[in-house]
């Protein structure tokens, strides 16, 4: 039986797990919505490219399944693209599919005709344009199985509009073609030597293991062994707010297994270790099994305390009564709603994103990540509402960075995504503004204004409730109030808060 070539892809998408297509609309793909309804594909109709490749991101980081983006050729992907950037440096999961200018119109000019996958390529493991509908079947599974396997990271196909529209007659690939073969992370006889010899041993995985599964397997590797391992994903590197004093914790260990974690700026390309710290590079993340007895000695403890460091302060910091908020006080508050065992934090801006991270941990964290790009906090927030729907979803981001996708909150209210969004709001692009301060001093910090805007009036004209805070007072009870209500009418929350233009926290000991 023939398949449209459309049908292929959206039944190949369903044969491989896919839950949610995260889409904007366009000539070139309108073949795949129609194929979608056969293939009981739904699909979450974004309002800008990005955030339908950020909300993939965020789907693939907290389920672990490959998240799927499909948008149109020309603009649409190159709108896309920014987004496949923080997929990358997240070792997140994702397939972009794009829409392209058909076979039989190349170099003449066509339609929205562009070099779709070389644009793509340096933002993704791998990025190919389909040449003939008889391979579409196979170079799905294939792009599918690249951005699971391995290190993991999105991967772009282009799909020539004649070829979507072609009937094919290969039949799909079996399900197991859409997966990779499972590697078990061998600990080998040298790494497991240097660790069980160390004083101060550390073993430091890479962002991919950053999701709750990651994190759970680290703490049982630690559990087991007795070596302290950790994960990095921090575009602040040894300086990343949530884990306290990790530069110390790095600089005083003397052998340090990078699982996976590269070797990079987060790390001062190594500079981060004493000069005498034997560094172990390998591939794989957290290790699987730990094949001898659990080291003795406090080392671990000492290395937990040290990440948890915050300063003794904060635990009784409170704002001036009329306001602006000290941001450690909206943690606080923030904190409080993400109690429940499934909860989900994500974090994005400059300095109040840094703020949040280090007051308020949750067992789902979704962060902007090594790739230090602001904007994706609210496509974020509706993909982990999406893959979590009984879960509290709190993200916590700056005013400057809500203007990037703040038209997601319309999306969230029309599929019914009952996330709170908490927006920092200093009036300012507050990171920028602390560098011209340290770098250029007072008298030069310009440029960097932004409005006293009540983001929860535009959430409000969304369709989402608003609250605002102007007065710590006001605080828990506008928190309180927006996720009674948000969960009440699976609508989103927007609670504008008013804060202090501070610098990030950095931590000493003294
Ligand atoms: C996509 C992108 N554009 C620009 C930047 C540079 N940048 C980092 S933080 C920041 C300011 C963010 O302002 P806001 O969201 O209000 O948070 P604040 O720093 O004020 O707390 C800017 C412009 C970036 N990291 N990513």
Redesign the pocket.
Same mark, same amino acid.
């Given at each position: 039986m023939k398949l449209r070539g459309a049908d292929v892809v959206a039944q190949g998408l369903a044969r491989a797990g896919t839950r949610y297509l995260f889409s904007l609309s366009g000539n070139h793909v309108m073949p795949v919505f129609d194929a979608a309804l056969d293939a009981k594909l739904p699909i979450v109709h974004v309002r800008h490219e990005a955030a339908a490749v950020h909300m993939a991101d965020a789907w693939a980081r907290i389920t672990g399944e490959v998240g799927v983006a499909l948008v149109t050729g020309g603009p649409g992907h190159a709108n896309a693209v920014s987004a496949l950037y923080t997929a990358l440096a997240a070792e997140s999961p994702v397939l972009l599919l794009s829409g392209h200018a058909p076979t039989s119109e190349l170099g003449r000019g066509a339609f929205q005709e562009m070099a779709q996958a070389e644009m793509a390529a340096p933002a993704c493991k791998a990025a190919w344009t389909v040449r003939s509908a008889a391979t579409l079947g196979t170079d799905l599974a294939r792009a599918m199985r690249m951005a699971k396997s391995g290190r993991p990271g999105p991967v772009h196909l282009s799909l020539p509009s004649d070829l979507l529209d072609a009937g094919v007659d290969t039949a799909l690939p079996g399900r197991e073609d859409f997966f990779p073969q499972p590697v078990r992370p061998a600990m080998n006889e040298e790494i497991f030597e240097a660790l069980q010899k160390a004083k101060k041993p550390l073993l430091i995985a890479g962002p991919a293991a950053s999701n709750a599964r990651g994190r759970a397997a680290l703490r049982a590797f630690e559990e087991a062994s007795g070596v302290p391992a950790l994960v990095m994903e921090s575009p602040r590197g040894v300086n990343d707010p949530s884990q306290g004093l990790l530069a110390e914790v790095l600089a005083a260990a003397d052998v340090v297994v990078l699982a996976g974690k590269r070797r990079d700026f987060t790390l001062r390309f190594g500079a981060a270790f004493g000069k005498d710290c034997r560094v172990i590079e390998t591939e794989g993340g957290p290790p699987g099994a730990w094949a001898g007895p659990r080291r003795t000695g406090g080392w671990p403890e000492e290395v937990r305390a040290a990440l948890a460091f915050r300063p003794a302060q904060w635990a009784s910091l409170a704002s001036a009564p009329g306001g602006p908020l000290h941001p450690v006080e909206v943690g606080r508050g923030v904190q409080k709603l993400l109690t429940a065992p499934d909860a989900v934090l994500v974090a994005d801006?400059?300095?109040? !994103?840094q703020w949040a991270q280090a007051t308020v941990t949750a067992p789902h964290r979704v962060i902007n990540g090594v790739a230090?790009?602001?904007?994706a906090a609210l496509p974020f927030a509706a993909a982990a509402k999406l893959a979590l729907p009984d879960a509290p979803v709190v993200a916590m981001?700056?005013?400057?960075?809500f203007g990037f996708h703040s038209a997601e909150i319309d999306t969230a209210v029309r599929a019914g995504l009952a996330y709170v969004a908490v927006v !920092?709001n200093?009036c300012?692009?507050?990171?920028?503004y602390q560098i011209q301060l340290r770098s250029f001093g007072a008298a030069r910090a310009h440029g960097l204004d932004?409005l006293p805007t009540r983001y929860d009036r535009v959430a409000a004209a969304f369709g989402a409730h608003g609250e605002q805070v102007e007065r710590p007072a006001e605080l828990g009870p506008a928190l309180q109030s927006a996720m009674r209500r948000a969960v009440r009418s699976r609508l989103p929350a927007c609670v504008n808060v008013m804060i202090e233009r501070l610098p990030a926290p950095a931590f000493h000991r003294s």
């Open positions: 801006g400059g300095e109040f !994103g230090g790009a602001i904007g981001l700056g005013d400057g960075t !920092g200093d300012c692009w507050n990171a920028e932004l």
